[in-house]
Every structure is written in C-alpha cells, then in structure tokens.
C-alpha cells in the first residue's frame, strides 16, 4: 500500500499551490462581488496545462487522470479560489466527450478542454424532477437527420461563461417510462435555447441558471456517441469524476477555512500574554475539523487511484462515500473557522465567511447527502430501495 503522490503528482500539487495563492481569495471574492469572472485565473491555469491534466496527451492534454484533476480543484480551493467550473467542465463534459464520445468529437472538443480555452458546462437537474433523474422530461426528438430538444434545466452552473452545455434529454421513443437517456453538446448561444440567472446565496463568480429550451434544433453529430445507446453509460461515467473533483473542492476549501483560522487562533490574545488557541475550547475544534478534513482526503484520493486504474465500480463506492464525507468536513471546518475568529469571522476581511454559503451547497449539490446514504444503504449495505 502507497499514500504518497508520484514525484510528477506532488510538482503538480505545488505548481497550483504557487498559482492559486498569487490569486488568493481576496481576488476570488472582489471578482464575485463585481458580478465578474474569475477570467484570468482561468486562462493562466489553461496555458500552464492545469486544467487539461486529465486529457490525453494526443489531444494536447497532460495524459494524467481524475487524481491530477483532483490535486488542481483541491490546491486552488486550498488557496481560496473553489472553482466549481473545473467539475464540470473538465471533470464532466470532457470525461464524458473522451470517453463515449466519436473520434470526430474527441477532435473537435478535446484540445479546447486541454488549454482551458473551452469551457462545457452540465445540465441535468430539471424542477419537476429534482434528484429522480429517471423522471428527466427534457425531450429530443428526431427531426430528419436533425435532433428537436424541448424541455427545462434548473441550477446550471456556467451557462454565461460557456460555449457549450452537455444536456441530459430523455429519447422521445422511451414509451417504456424506464430512461433512455441521450446526451447532446448545445451550444450556449442555440436559438431557442434561452436562460435565466437564479440569485443564490453563495459568494462566488460562477452562476446559476435556469435554462429553457424551445424546439433546439441540433445537428446530428451533437449526440454524444454513435448512437443515443452511448447515452446511460456516459451519464454513468461523468458521475464518479463530478464527485470526486466535487470533494476535492471541498476538501481544499476546509483546508483553506483551518489554515485561516490556526493563523488567527495563534496570533490573537484577549487574556493576556497567550494565544486564544492555547485554550482547548478553541484547538480542539478546530483540531477535530482538521481530522474530518484529512480523513475526507484519504478516501478522496482512494476513490481518484480507483478510478483511473478503471475499477468503475468499486470507485462509485468510494467516490460517494468521499464526496459525503467532504461535503459535511468542509461545512464543519468553515463553520468553526467562522466561530473560533469571533466577530471578525464574520467580516469579508478575515475570508472565511464567505464561503459559508458554498459549502453549505456542497451538502447539497451536485448529488445531496440524503441520495449518497440511499445509495451507501443499497449498495454497501444491500438494504432495499425505498422510492
Ligand atoms: C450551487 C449549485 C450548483 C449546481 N450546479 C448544477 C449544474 O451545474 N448542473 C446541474 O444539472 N445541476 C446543478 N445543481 C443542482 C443539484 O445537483 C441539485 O440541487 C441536487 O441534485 C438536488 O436536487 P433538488 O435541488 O431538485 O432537490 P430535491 O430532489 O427536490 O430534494 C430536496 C431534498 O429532499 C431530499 N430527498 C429527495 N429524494 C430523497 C430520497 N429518495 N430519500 C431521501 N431524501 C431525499 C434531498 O436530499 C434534498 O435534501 C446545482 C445546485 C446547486 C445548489
């Protein structure tokens, strides 16, 4: 057994360290509140190859897998920068292009994932229904060699900053109810496909869309693969990556929250000559949430090596069970971060309360707690299906 990182693996880690905190969360936060994008930070993260680590090498990537991708969304987030886009573009959309896609869409899209220059984001959620994918209404129909999409997206993350959206529609000949789902490659500016931005309380640059799509007309080559039959394994393939990058996010962003907190708990003193962190009330707090954190990591990073040594199914398992255990560390972490500052852990200035509004999200999205302990109950520990 190995917990080390490769020597390639640990350059990475400490390249996006160096870049993500010359960034900082000052920047990430000023770019949320101006109503902007974090633009540059992408663009420096694509011409260094980060954002293209986990794409093949002949398409212009870095050859590497979902554990390099992980270590660019955890090192940024450490920083202060949580950039959910790197979920769903490179961790989603391109693992889903490069896995079930034709060798005609590896081309056309793979070197835009590679130097960051194309961004795909993901619709799935519908308002009617929710986490019950089977239920998805979004309908393509065929229309001569063309495909007809009609139907509704909620919560899309991206749409304004990206050229494409990866929809999940149901195939209109699935009389059956069971879903036959098919994925299409949208442009962002198709007419009949319009959006509208939801107001979330969440600092961050990235947005949140309700999409509306009206008879879009797409080419026959937007379907992701030879036939809509490509359709379930790759909404299947895009789960695990979207998970374990999602709690790699997590788990920086915890990181980042103990960092901030440890500096602070360490300097202030309110009793004389020692540090506030010298009382265990404050230590053992934050010294718990540091161990929820690194627990988190383990099973993170275990779910990444799982994954890119091909064993789908035993990293369904640990992905979820990372993406769980992340989820409630970071929201602990930030939550005490927040408690051992005091006052000044709710100001913009000391950083940490800004993100309670994010991690509070990561409980929920991109799958919630509830769903990944249905799944942990019927898969681990084989107890029946209750809806
Ligand atoms: C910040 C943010 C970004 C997002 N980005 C995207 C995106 O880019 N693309 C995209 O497609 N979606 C996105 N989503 C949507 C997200 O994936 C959904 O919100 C999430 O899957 C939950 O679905 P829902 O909101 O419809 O909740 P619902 O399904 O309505 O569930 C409501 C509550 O009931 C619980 N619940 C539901 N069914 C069960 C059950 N059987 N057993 C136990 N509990 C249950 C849920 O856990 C939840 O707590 C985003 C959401 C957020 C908040």
């Not at 070197?111 to 393509?140: M, Q, W």
Request: proline content about 4%.
């Amino acid at each position: 057994m190995n917990f080390d990182l490769t020597d390639e693996q640990e350059q990475l880690r400490d390249a996006v360290r160096a870049l993500g905190r010359r960034y900082g969360h000052d920047y990430f936060v000023a770019k949320a509140k101006a109503g902007e994008h974090t633009t540059e930070l992408w663009a420096e993260a694509g011409r260094l190859g980060y954002l293209g680590v986990n794409i093949p090498t002949e398409y212009g990537g870095g050859g590497g897998g979902i554990t390099e991708l992980a270590i660019v969304c955890e090192e940024l987030a450490a920083a202060g920068c949580p950039l959910l886009l790197l979920v769903v573009s490179p961790a989603i959309a391109a693992t889903v292009i490069n896995r079930h896609g034709t060798e005609a869409q590896r081309k056309r899209f793979l070197p835009g994932f590679a130097d960051g220059s194309l961004k795909v984001v993901f619709a799935i959620t519908e308002p009617e229904a929710g986490s019950n994918f089977h239920r998805l209404g979004t309908v393509a129909r065929r229309d001569g060699d063309d495909w007809l999409l009609s139907g509704r997206k909620c919560f899309i993350s991206g749409v304004d900053e990206a050229r494409y959206v990866l929809v999940v529609a149901r195939t209109e000949d699935a009389t059956t109810g069971r879903l036959k789902p098919a994925l299409f490659v949208v442009p962002s500016d198709a007419p009949g496909l319009t959006r509208s931005k939801l107001d979330m309380e969440i600092v961050s640059p990235e947005n949140q869309f309700l999409l509306y799509l009206d008879e879009v007309r797409l080419p026959a080559d937007a379907l992701v693969g030879e036939s809509v039959d490509a359709g379930l394994p790759a909404l299947f393939t895009g789960l695990n990556p979207e998970r374990i990058t999602v709690a790699a996010m997590g788990a920086g962003t915890g990181r980042y929250a103990i960092e901030r907190a440890s500096t602070y708990t360490a300097s202030r003193k309110v009793w004389g000559g020692r540090s506030i962190g010298a009382h265990q009330g404050v230590s053992h707090p934050l010294a718990h949430a540091a161990v929820q954190v690194e627990l988190a990591r383990l099973m993170i990073y275990k779910a990444a090596a799982l994954y890119d040594a091909g064993r789908d199914l035993e990293a369904g398992v640990s992905a979820n069970m990372a993406k769980y255990a992340t989820g409630e560390a970071a929201a602990l972490a930030v939550d005490t971060a927040v408690q051992v500052h005091g006052g000044a852990g709710m100001t913009t200035e000391y950083g940490v309360a800004t993100l309670l509004g994010a991690v509070r999200a990561g409980r929920i999205a991109p799958v919630s707690r509830e769903m990944i302990l249905n799944y942990v109950a019927q898969h681990v520990l084989g107890q029946e299906k209750s809806y």
